[in-house]
């Protein structure tokens, strides 16, 4: 993820796997415009929706294998 401050209410978010577990809303987001801290299954997808405030994230490099 950017290492600056991103305004929460940005549609699209590309994370990596070394951001996993994935929760919204991200360090990297304003704090004085958060939501109740919620994790994000995105692991098989490659890609998750926040309930709260609609951001839509992408896992770069696709769903994560899992050796399970």
Known sequence: METGKTDNR??????TA?????????PAM????THPRV???IQN???ALCPYC?????LTG???ATGH
């Open 10 to 15: 940005s549609r699209t978010v590309e994370v």
């Open 18 to 26: 070394a951001d996993l577990p994935l929760h919204c809303p991200t």
């Open 30 to 33: 304003q704090l004085w415009n």
């Open 39 to 41: 994790f994000l299954p």
């Open 45 to 47: 997808s490659g890609e």
């Open 54 to 58: 609609g951001t839509h994230f992408r």
């Open 62 to 64: 696709g769903p994560v």
